[in-house]
């Protein structure tokens, strides 16, 4: 307890951040979620496919979520599917914010270049282009998705708007005395964009990361449930495509297509709660609000 | 003007090269080979693999050389000729896609133009007061958070299922008759009116997000701290704020255009509402690879259309932009 309190002493970041109330209300629901996707597959006694009692039951102490139509068990299902649509999140929003903070990084650092130029018009390019329907040309012709090559896909359509952000934020460091003194001392220019601009930015990659984060998921989740997720296992929009499928909203089986949804909703807008938190750590000006 | 536009052009043809050049290259450089899959699926069908050799000869030009086929390509689309569809044998790709776009067109310019206005309008609300705020917030966070899909489940539930307002599945009922009668109408209407709430209420959180934080910022700056030393009403502040406010939400439009035709495909799904997105989730399902083709390029097309008027709108409402180019500044 005293290192930790040690730590946040010497970190003035991490000290706002932890005392801050939604930052706090945020992190507590997203490791919740996290934790049920994690812990969830462990403590259930059903497997996803499995017969678990009778079918059409609604929320109960038994099943939690209720039963579908065939008598599985919602529960059961939504936190395996939570798993890999996190899982496919995560890598795609990883790859999403390295392409981004390394292109935005170049394109800011060379600006007024033909290389910016050059990285700008492809930047603009994959803006416009629609990135569902791109991605559903391509998965369509594919007999078989796994979760890397998802995560590829979404990765690689979701980070223009992160490189756009980045490459701003560059352009008003790169005319900064510390970073033409570095350039002075003929520093080389992957030290300069590591140590002098990329730790400046630190705060602002990670919520970009966040945002970026709860797209690439989004998107994930948006995908699964066009049938183009994983063609292995379960996912989370798997669960509510075959809901929808079967009319299960029609039936008046609402617990089967809306629970798995409403979790991921909530990390969702935790996230939220996270990021506006974030906002009022890392500028001051914000706090007094 | 023509530098702003000249500009915009080139990227326009530039993402309309792309987008073809990934169309054309998809079924012949991605794993699997859905060709042998179409006609091991056709093959016991009589004159089913003619069929199939044709067309796809026909489209694609196997047996030429490969830089033929890629010119071949951007000929057939300059020609409108997108092939045949399979599902729907023998319609052409091109007639089901100019019956679909039309669903498209009526779902998607009503609600954005409606939420854009409702949800700038809402978030400058939401920004100026703080009672608003706490309760407007949370609810457009929960708006912007929830998958589409998703979200057009609950609409269903609560409007269909529970109050059973509105009918759900296809553009209208299938005992109608498409015609110009009044009856018709009002069942087209009807059905209409669903996908159309959902893709509202799907978009309306951003925009109010983005309006609040913006009235926010422009709160906080000289001009408003000093408008308020003078007396002036909370109105007038806000009105001048929307106005600076409103620039960043139309460039927004543009960037968030593919999430909007993302969101429209998923919904479209959830209501059989037979737009081009259905009609490529269709395409999918039944291995239709032409129809699937002709889909992706159109709404590209539709993508770069809309980008290309948002441009002309951004250009007449910045005084800046429209100025410059009349060299009045």
Redesign the interface.
């Known amino acids: 307890m005293s290192i930790l309190k040690k730590v946040l002493k010497n970190n003035e970041n991490l000290y706002y951040a932890f005392s801050n109330k939604k930052v706090i209300f945020g992190l507590v629901i997203f490791s919740a979620v996290i934790l049920l996707a994690i812990i969830g597959p462990m403590i259930t006694p059903y497997g996803y496919e499995e017969y678990a009692g009778v079918g059409y039951q609604s929320p109960s102490k038994d099943h939690f979520f209720g039963t579908t139509l065939f008598g599985q068990d919602v529960f059961t299902r939504t936190v395996h599917g939570l798993r890999m649509t996190l899982k496919v999140g995560f890598f795609a929003g990883s790859i999403a914010a390295i392409l981004g903070c390394v292109i935005g990084f170049i394109s800011g650092y060379y600006s007024g270049t033909l290389l910016d130029e050059g990285l700008m018009m492809i930047t603009n390019l994959f803006l416009t282009l629609p990135t569902i329907p791109l991605i559903v040309t391509l998965t369509a012709f594919m007999e078989y998705r796994g979760m890397f090559i998802l995560s590829l896909l979404v990765g690689v359509t979701n980070w223009p708007w992160v490189a756009r952000a980045v490459r701003s934020q560059t352009l008003a460091i790169k005319n900064t005395e510390y970073v033409n003194l570095s350039k002075i001392s003929s520093v080389s220019v992957f030290k300069i964009i590591r140590q002098d601009v990329a730790a400046n930015m630190f705060s602002y990659v990670f919520m970009v990361f966040i945002i970026l984060f709860q797209g690439t998921i989004l998107a994930a989740v948006g995908l699964e449930f066009l049938g183009l997720g994983p063609t292995r296992g379960i996912s989370l929009g798997l669960v509510i495509r075959t809901a929808v499928n079967w009319n299960a909203v029609e039936l008046g089986m609402w617990w089967w297509a809306i629970l798995p949804g409403a979790v991921l909703t909530i990390m969702i807008i935790s996230l939220y709660f996270v990021n506006t938190g974030l906002d009022q750590v890392f500028n001051p000006r914000l706090r007094e609000m | 003007m023509g530098k702003y536009f000249g500009k915009k052009f080139i990227?326009?043809v530039?993402?309309f090269a792309?987008?073809i050049t990934?169309?054309w290259a998809?079924?012949r450089f991605?794993?699997?080979d859905?060709i042998q899959?179409l006609l091991n699926r056709f093959g016991n069908i009589e004159g089913g693999t003619e069929i199939i050799h044709s067309n796809f000869s026909q489209l694609f030009g196997l047996d030429k050389p490969i830089l033929q086929q890629y010119l071949g390509f951007w000929k057939s689309i300059f020609t409108g000729d997108l092939g045949i569809s399979i599902h729907s044998f023998p319609s052409p790709v091109f007639d089901i896609i100019k019956s679909a776009i039309l669903y498209d067109i009526i779902i998607m310019v009503p609600s954005i133009i409606l939420s854009w206005i409702v949800g700038n309008n809402l978030g400058a609300i939401s920004g100026m007061k703080k009672k608003a705020d706490n309760f407007l917030m949370?609810f457009f966070?929960?708006l912007s958070?929830?998958?589409?899909?998703?979200f057009a489940?609950?609409v269903?539930?609560v409007f269909?299922?529970q109050f059973g307002l509105f009918p759900?599945g296809g553009a209208y009922s299938s005992t109608m008759i498409p015609r110009f009668s009044f009856n018709f109408i009002v069942d087209f209407l009807r059905h209409w009116f669903l996908p159309f709430f959902s893709m509202f209420l799907i978009q309306l959180g951003g925009w109010a997000i983005g309006m609040r934080n913006m009235i926010?910022y422009e709160r906080?700056s000289n001009y408003s701290k000093y408008m308020k030393a003078l007396g002036s009403s909370e109105k007038l502040i806000r009105n001048y704020g929307f106005r600076n406010g409103i620039l960043p939400q139309v460039t927004g439009l543009a960037?968030r255009?593919?999430?909007i035709?993302?969101g429209m495909?998923?919904v479209q799904?959830?209501f059989s509402y037979p737009g081009l997105?259905y009609q490529?989730?269709q395409?999918?399902?039944n291995q239709d690879?032409f129809l699937?083709?002709g889909?992706?390029i159109f709404?590209?097309i539709l993508?770069?259309v809309s980008?290309f008027i948002i441009d002309i709108v951004y250009m007449l409402i910045d005084p800046r932009v429209r100025l410059s180019y009349s060299e009045e500044v």
């Open positions: 990227v326009y530039f993402t792309v987008a990934i169309n998809a079924p991605m794993p699997g859905p899959s949370p966070y929960f958070s929830a998958p589409y899909f998703w489940v609950i269903v539930f269909s299922v759900v926010l906080s960037l255009l593919s999430n035709i993302g495909v998923m799904m959830v997105g490529m989730l395409a999918i399902m690879y699937l083709q889909c992706f709404i590209i993508v770069l980008n």
